[in-house]
Every structure is written in structure tokens, then in C-alpha cells.
């Protein structure tokens, strides 16, 4: 099974924090944990498949519907916007999409190369299970006031990192089903 070494929580997590920061939209992260199955769930989700020479995968975003607000909010500042619900599920694609960007960018520097999908965005988690299948997602849970949300990672391969001698077990039976 793929292990999710602290190198890689630790980028994911800083990869949401630095593009949330980028709209002054502070976050308080939660404790990771690894879940054996896919499953999302929130009131807007986005995904984005990956893929390098030795891995295949996918990055999930998942939001309620409070935070896809405050992302607006500050999104369209200035602009007279309507906040509907496609609306709302397009942007959180495109957090996705910049999260995954930033993701991209940072395991560059580490040696891995990876390529992405267009993202897909969904009121239902059904329409992101298709492709890879991984046996385990790294799920990272973060909260901005009252909103929440989700960041997910799953792999099959090698990420082509080497080894990282600090690894933990994460795993936890706990749903994540706070939408």
C-alpha cells in the first residue's frame, strides 16, 4: 500500500494553506488521516486526476457550502456576483485546480513529475471515481470558521521520492462526513 510520508503531508497541507492564503483566507488545519476507501462527501467537490512514469492517481477537493461562500466572497470581491450553486461548484474546481498546481509545482522540486487532468466538479463524489483506484487516500481536513473542507490524495505507483524515514500510521476508521 502507498504510505503518505510526512515529506508528502507536509506539501499537500502547505499547498493548501499557501492558495488559500492567496485569497487572505486563513485555515486551520486538522489531523490527516488515511482512509482505505474513496468517499467524499460535501455540498461541492472537484477532482483532478494525476499521473507520472511510475504513478496514477487523483487529488479531490471537498467543500460545504459555508466555505465555498467565504472562497467567493473573496474570490469576486468588488464585483456584484450571484452566488449560485454552479457557481459555487465551478469555484471550488478551480481551488482545486490551483491547490493541485501548487502540489505540482513543489513535488517538482523533489524529483517528481506530474501531469493533471482538466478538473471535474460535482454535487455528487460519483462522478470523480472513475479512473486509478487507490488503496489508500490521504485525507486532510481543514476548517475556516464555521466552513469545511477537504483536500484528498490517492496514488498507485511511486512518486519517485525516495525513501522518508518519518512515517506514521494515519490510519483511522473515522468517517469524514461533516457536510
Do not use: H
Not at 472537484?46 to 479531490?60: C, L, P
Not at 461562500?69 to 459555487?88: C, G, V
Not at 525513501?163 to 494515519?170: T, W
Amino acid at each position: 500500500l502507498p504510505t503518505f510520508s510526512s515529506t508528502v503531508r507536509s506539501l499537500l497541507i502547505k499547498s493548501v494553506k499557501d492558495t488559500c492564503a492567496g485569497f487572505s483566507i486563513q485555515i486551520v488545519d486538522e489531523a490527516p488521516v488515511v482512509r482505505r476507501s474513496f468517499g467524499i462527501n460535501g455540498d461541492y467537490m472537484a477532482g483532478i486526476r494525476v499521473s507520472g512514469a511510475t504513478f496514477q492517481g487523483a487529488v479531490t477537493l471537498s467543500m460545504d457550502r459555508s466555505l465555498a461562500k467565504s472562497f467567493a466572497e473573496k474570490f469576486f470581491a468588488n464585483a456584484p456576483t450571484k452566488t449560485d450553486e454552479s457557481m459555487l461548484c465551478d469555484l471550488v474546481g478551480e481551488l482545486c485546480n490551483q491547490i493541485t498546481g501548487v502540489s505540482q509545482k513543489s513535488l517538482g522540486q523533489l524529483g517528481c513529475k506530474m501531469k493533471v487532468s482538466a478538473q471535474e466538479t460535482s454535487k455528487s463524489s460519483s462522478i470523480l471515481e472513475s479512473g486509478a483506484n487507490p488503496d489508500e487516500w490521504l485525507m486532510l481536513p481543514f476548517k475556516v470558521g464555521e466552513g469545511r473542507g477537504v483536500l484528498g490524495f490517492g496514488f498507485v505507483g511511486d512518486l519517485g521520492l525516495g525513501n522518508d524515514d518519518v512515517q506514521e500510521d494515519l490510519s483511522d476508521a473515522r468517517q469524514i462526513t461533516f457536510f
